[in-house]
């Protein structure tokens, strides 16, 4: 789809009649409904039609490649508008223009943090896609998780790792070397246990808990990482 789901639609809208878009994007909304619900294997053709109110033969017009294809269209849809807001907090939190003073560095992180994390309660049907991906990993099509890859895990790690070099280079970090690393090792701090008692979202956590998780998160992030004063 390339660029924001905006910027996609407005091409769109030159490209497709109303109507045609207004199906397009009827038949996508069923689908992620019914994907989150039922997961990639368990999902039929004949269901995802129906949930859209559609026929199976006005679905396959509009996606000639039947389930895996629609399957890819949602995935990277709503990994795209996750994306945006994943970025969008990274740069308000972390802007490599205005490095934040050593004393308020864990301040940031944690503001960052818990915006990542709070995205679960924000776009739950993303979720309950990302969470049938994990589960499913062996049945879904392995265009599609690289397109799921590609569409949103991607471009954020790579933001996020940019995002801590310039930290680095503010004398806040020690990136030991590989920034990739550093900001896996980040995400999975701040967020993997709350993902997972959550199951993505499903159950949300007490505002407490998870605000447990992601201070404690943070600090044993800054006990590896952060930058030991010379000498």
């Known amino acids: 789809m390339g660029g924001t789901n905006d910027a996609w639609m407005a091409a769109a809208r030159e490209q497709y009649s109303p109507r045609k878009l207004e199906k397009w994007v009827a038949m996508a909304g069923a689908a992620c409904t019914v994907f989150g619900r039922e997961g990639y ?45 994943q970025l969008g907090l990274i740069k308000a939190a972390l802007d490599p223009e205005r490095p934040p003073r050593p004393e308020d560095l864990e301040r940031d992180l944690v503001l960052l943090a818990r915006g990542f994390v709070g995205l679960m309660e924000e776009y739950p049907n993303h979720f309950a896609l990302v969470r049938h991906i994990h589960a499913e990993a062996d049945h879904v099509p392995p265009e599609v998780l690289r397109a799921w890859r590609d569409a949103g895990p991607g471009p954020v790690g790579q933001a996020l790792a940019e995002a801590l070099e310039s930290l680095a280079a503010a004398g806040l970090l020690d990136l030991h070397g590989d920034p990739a690393l550093c900001a896996t090792h980040f995400t999975a701090l701040i967020s993997h246990t709350a993902t997972q008692q959550s199951h993505y979202g499903v159950l949300p956590l007490p505002k407490e808990e998870t605000e447990r998780l992601v201070t404690g998160g943070v600090a044993a992030f800054l006990r590896a990482y952060r930058a030991r004063p010379a000498g």
């Open 41 to 85: 294997a368990r999902a039929s053709v004949d269901a995802l039609a129906a949930e859209a109110g559609v026929s199976t033969r006005t679905l396959y017009n509009h996606f000639p490649g039947g389930k895996a294809q629609l399957f890819r269209t949602v995935v990277t849809w709503t990994s795209g508008e996750v994306k945006d807001a």
